[in-house]
């Protein structure tokens, strides 16, 4: 026998959600999370119907120190293309219209339902952000976590981005640089689509149960195509192996110490932030975008308690956005609830 209420409201949940006869309670979202990520990340069309393709340069042409009545020989450089693809998040609500019109007020009780869902939807994407990972959940789209996933630049270029905290077991978080940007990082969506999270009311349709027999009901629509093009990796770190377990005790590992030499392995940044200013640094700052930092918020606590020790001169509290957020030599530092606290040991 099939269950009921797995999928499907039933009187039971609605009983669950109204006050005072039939008014529609105040829900309070225990299972809602802080995902900042999603509101600073820069999203863009994709070249692709399945996502954005990017040319990035692999080696660069020789120049030859020519001796008299000697040629020059010829040189060129080379480049490759990696393709970074979206996935197509989607969900049904579902609720049987003898329910819906139970409710004294049907519109804000199908709207707490529907909150429901868009929370629901955007911690998955948040996750999908940081974790996703293709090879494994092909139906999705690969987060910074794979891209960033090894400290050893025999495995992957990008290892001279990922700063060892010296965290060996389980209960390891990781702290993200990364720079928005249309050159650098940014979120896609397919050509020709539409971007971010789509709603649709569908209005009453009849529809079969589990043994195929119809009946009226409420049905919402969700839908979001979006995937993560990192088109230039040097612009992102992570600092990996940071154990939770030892924030607060006296063998911490030096968070501030690893911020420093995380920002030294991107090329370049604000004046504010380091030293290192190429020639042609004013043109790339121009393009590359914004610089911030992600963690959750046991580490965000830590940050924010350094903030306040007056002898700290590199962690401030500043307006970011409109509001008070604790920066870092002047990049503001997000909370991301989505970031583990139990990541594995990264080698």
């Known amino acids: 026998m099939a269950t009921l209420g797995t999928n499907v409201m039933t009187y039971a949940d609605w009983a669950k959600r109204v006050e005072d006869g039939y008014k529609i309670g105040t829900i309070i979202e ?7 990520i999603l509101l600073d990340m820069l999203t863009l069309e994709g ?17 030859t120190w020519r001796l008299l009545n000697y040629g020059v020989p010829g040189s060129k450089s080379t480049t490759a293309q990696v393709v970074d693809t979206c996935g ?16 004294g007020d049907r519109e804000n009780f199908r709207a707490s339902e529907n909150m429901a869902f868009l929370e629901g939807m955007n911690q998955q994407v948040a996750t999908t952000l940081i974790y996703g990972n293709e ?24 290892a001279a981005n990922v700063v060892d905290m010296g965290g060996t077991g389980s209960t390891n978080t990781s702290v993200w640089i990364v720079t928005w940007g249309a050159n650098t990082t940014h979120g896609i969506f397919p050509k020709g689509k539409i971007t971010g999270l789509q709603h649709k009311d569908m209005g009453e349709w009849p529809v079969q149960d589990t043994n195929g027999n119809t009946y009226m009901a409420y049905r919402d629509h969700y839908k979001w195509e979006i995937g993560l093009s990192v088109r230039d990796w040097r612009f992102n ?17 030096n968070l501030i110490n690893g911020l420093v030499r995380a920002l030294y392995r991107l090329p370049t940044t604000s004046s504010r932030t380091t030293n290192i200013q190429t020639s042609d640094s004013p043109k790339i ?3 590359m975008g914004q610089t911030v930092i992600y963690c959750n918020r046991v580490v965000a606590t830590y940050l924010d308690l350094q903030a306040m020790n007056k002898t700290n001169v590199l962690l401030n509290r500043e307006e970011f956005d409109g509001r008070a ?3 870092f030599r002047g990049i503001p530092v997000r909370i991301c609830d989505a970031i583990l606290s139990t990541e594995a040991r990264v080698v």
């Open 47 to 63: 070249n692709l119907a399945t996502g954005h393709k990017t040319t990035i340069r692999t080696g660069l042409p020789t120049a």
């Open 285 to 287: 700052q121009g393009s």
């Open 88 to 103: 197509n998040l989607e969900a049904f609500a579902l609720i049987d219209s003898d329910i819906v019109n139970l409710a």
């Open 30 to 36: 225990l299972l809602s999370q802080t995902n900042e």
């Open 325 to 327: 957020v604790t920066t």
């Open 237 to 253: 770190a992570r600092l990996a192996n940071i154990d939770v377990t030892l924030l607060n005790g006296g063998s911490a590992p």
């Open 135 to 158: 090879s494994v959940t092909p139906e999705r789209f690969t987060g910074l976590a794979p891209r960033y996933s090894t400290v050893n630049t025999a495995t992957g270029a990008s």
